[in-house]
């Protein structure tokens, strides 16, 4: 029952991440927003800047073994967004929940 | 106080050799002006856009805020100091990539502020015919051997910037550098022909030893002496492989030269 309840919460819940540029200004803009659907990542957005992160994936920053994250890779790959965007000119926000 | 004559140095030896020493005119605006509004740029790690007062911005990466990357040596509270040396080595490399970087205080926190490129494009901006062009692979080829030089656990496509025409390349994020992680490097030129400017800068760099021993002892306040010491080890194996060579075997360089 609890698994249950947990399964349904997860899939009401959808995980996604937003990852900013930013302005001269100092403001920052969205160009893209990643969210997981049926265990992989489906980015909206920037075109060229989305192509970019299907084709060349990220890097996986929880070892040192400089292995490659691709949409196919879920939750692993947002997650590990926030480590590959962190320069201040493109920032990935932590896992939001809406 | 030694005379030119005496030490054997040319006036404008030693005129060159008291600028290397100096902080230049924008290190000291970055440092010195105050603050005029911060933004908080979000994501992990501290990051803020800072406006100065009279002019100027930068990316302020405070120390307190520096958090742990698993599976590297690299220890947070070291990222900012890795930051200024990595700025350090370019400059005196000559090699313009990394935008002026200091240390400094802002609201209480000390941090590395690193000069805002502004209308910066990434990578995925530049077109592919653009991309394919001399000048923008000799900033490439630059980069890669930059990164060689500070042993850079870190870069991809969002660490590096190029300016609005999409031909000058900025090497930025650098905190994962020097110390004994796995490299991360963006292109690879491995056994390709250096471009004659790259040489040459790396030919300016291995004389007078002076300007290197400058080099040294400002790295020293900054990195463990051992990483000092491999740094130099790698650049003057580079410089050993393009005098003798013309190019570069990528493994032919190691943590230690």
């Known amino acids: 029952m609890i698994k249950l309840v947990l399964m349904v919460k997860q899939n009401l819940f959808m995980k996604y991440v937003e990852i900013y540029k930013l302005g001269n200004n100092g403001n920052q803009e969205i160009i893209a927003t990643c969210s997981l659907a049926n265990g992989q990542v489906i980015c909206r957005g920037d075109r060229d800047f989305v192509q970019y992160l299907e084709r060349e994936g990220i890097f996986d920053y929880s070892d040192s073994s400089h292995k490659k994250l691709f949409f196919k890779d879920g939750l692993k790959f947002l997650e590990q967004l926030k480590f590959n965007f962190k320069s201040g000119y493109l920032n990935a926000s932590d896992i939001k929940e809406e | ?257």
């Not at chain 2, 290397?20 to 856009?49: I, N």
């Not at chain 2, 002019?55 to 698993?70: A, C, Q, S, T, V």
């Not at chain 2, 941090?111 to 995925?124: D, L, N, T």
């Open chain 2, 1 to 257: 106080m030694e005379s030119s004559e005496k030490s054997g140095k040319s006036e404008e030896l030693i005129k060159q050799l008291e600028l290397f020493r100096r902080e230049t005119d924008k290190e000291k605006e970055l440092k010195e002006r105050k603050k005029d509004y911060s933004r908080d740029l979000g994501g992990y790690g501290g990051v803020f856009f800072v406006k100065l007062k009279d002019d100027g911005e930068g990316i302020f990466k405070p120390k307190n805020k520096e958090r742990e990357f698993l599976g590297r040596r690299v220890e947070p509270g070291t990222y900012y100091k890795r930051e200024r040396a990595a700025y350090l080595v370019d400059r005196f490399l000559g090699f313009n990539l990394v935008p002026p970087t200091v240390i400094r205080e802002i609201d209480g926190e000390i941090g590395s502020f690193q000069e805002f490129i502004p209308e910066a494009k990434m990578w995925h901006e530049i077109r592919q015919k653009d991309r394919d062009k001399e000048s923008l692979k000799t900033e490439m080829f630059k980069l890669w051997i930059f990164d060689f030089i500070i042993w850079n656990s870190d870069r991809h496509e969002s660490n590096f910037l190029l300016d609005k025409n999409g031909k000058k390349a900025y090497a930025i994020d650098n905190g994962l550098s020097f110390t004994a992680d796995p490299l991360i490097l963006w292109k690879n030129f491995d056994g390709e022909p250096v471009p004659i400017e790259i040489q040459e800068k790396i030919k300016q760099f291995s004389s007078p030893e002076d300007k290197k021993s400058i080099l040294k002892d400002l790295l020293k306040e900054l990195l463990p002496e051992e990483e000092v010491t491999a740094c130099f080890k790698r650049i003057e194996k580079i410089a050993k492989l393009i005098e003798k060579e013309g190019l570069i075997n990528d493994d032919k360089i190691s943590f230690n030269g």
